[in-house]
């Protein structure tokens, strides 16, 4: 159906709703790929040092997509402060070295950047921005890129 918009506000508010669902398509798709990374980190090696809280495995959060200033807000992050059954070391120290391809401040063979190469196969090579477009053309809304 089509709308009259007479003005930049009442614009606005007519792609408020557009705008929304695809920051929250673009944040779930950062928080999917985060998850495989952490997987990955988990099954790639085995302590034989330490026992595993799993608690960094568990450690990603999504906050849903909300209006934001014109546009639209979604936050993917891991939550360290969560992480306290670590001994000698902080749920930031877990998430540093899991980003330093180390686990439990170890260097080992299998070496995923949890946080880095989430961003690497996201926003930098393009998947995220590709997504935006295909999800707005989805909508009949003229998009190039």
Request: charged content about 25%; hydrophobic content about 35%; proline content about 3%.
């Amino acid at each position: 159906m089509a709308q009259c918009i007479r003005n930049m506000r009442e614009l606005e508010k007519a792609l408020q709703p557009v705008l929304v669902n695809v920051v929250d398509k673009l944040a779930d798709r950062v928080y999917e790929t985060l998850n495989y990374y952490l997987l990955d980190y988990y099954t790639g090696w085995t302590p034989e040092s330490y026992r595993r809280t799993k608690d960094f495995l568990y450690s990603s959060v999504k906050v849903k997509a909300k209006p934001c200033k014109g546009g639209a807000k979604a936050s993917v992050y891991i939550d360290y402060e969560s992480m306290d059954n670590y001994v000698y070391a902080t749920g930031y120290d877990v998430a540093a070295w899991a980003n330093s391809g180390l686990h439990g401040g170890l260097d080992v063979s299998h070496k995923p950047h949890v946080w880095d190469d989430t961003m690497k196969n996201t926003i930098d090579n393009g998947s995220l921005l590709q997504l935006a477009v295909e999800y707005l053309k989805s909508k009949g809304i003229s998009v190039r890129a």
